[in-house]
């Protein structure tokens, strides 16, 4: 990624948590990277095209880290709670993340990771599944990858209890699907 894209995904990335999509303006994008209007159109194409680019370049960010967490215990179980627990914790801390789960500033952007969230799901779910193949090699991996990340991802929308609970109830599901 150039340093052009990079500065113009961070500050749409900075727009989007406090203004959401549709607040999002391309000329204040390039203000803040530094570049003219025409190269942030040139590098993305339009507003919708950045928005993408910022999701992408998030979710690589968070996928890498709960590579990482997945590859950090050879309790398979142990592992899944760890990434799950990096995940809840970093997006506390992401303020555009905390802004597409609350509504809070950005309503306009949770269709990015619900109905348009296919991205986001796919590779979350390849993700856990690489890492459920090398435990359970012949097992239902796909199937529980996908229903994993999906129940975490609505833990994240709609908390219903501390984090703990919420790890407890993914690896529990995880569990059960496996061995059903």
């Excluded at 959401?20 to 994008?29: A, D, N, T």
Aim: hydrophobic letters at 45%; a negative charge.
């Amino acid at each position: 990624m150039s340093d052009i894209t990079e500065l113009c995904i961070e500050a749409a990335a900075d727009l989007l948590a406090v203004r959401g999509f549709h607040g999002l303006r391309m000329i204040e994008v390039a203000s803040r990277a530094g570049v003219s209007r025409q190269t942030v159109y040139n590098e993305f194409g339009n507003k919708e095209g950045l928005v993408q680019a910022v999701a992408a370049h998030r979710t690589e960010e968070y996928l890498a880290g709960i590579a990482q967490r997945l590859r950090q215990d050879p309790d398979p179980w142990q592992a899944m709670r760890l990434a799950f627990r990096f995940t809840f914790e970093q997006t506390e801390k992401d303020r555009l993340a905390s802004a597409m789960l609350t509504g809070q500033d950005a309503e306009d952007l949770l269709p990015f990771l619900t109905i348009r969230g296919h991205p986001v799901l796919f590779h979350a779910t390849e993700v856990v599944e690489r890492h459920l193949s090398e435990h359970f090699p012949g097992k239902r991996v796909r199937f529980t990858a996908e229903t994993t990340v999906r129940l975490a991802l609505s833990h994240l929308l709609m908390p219903s209890g501390d984090l703990d609970d919420a790890m407890d109830a993914v690896i529990t599901v995880a569990r059960v699907t496996l061995e059903a």
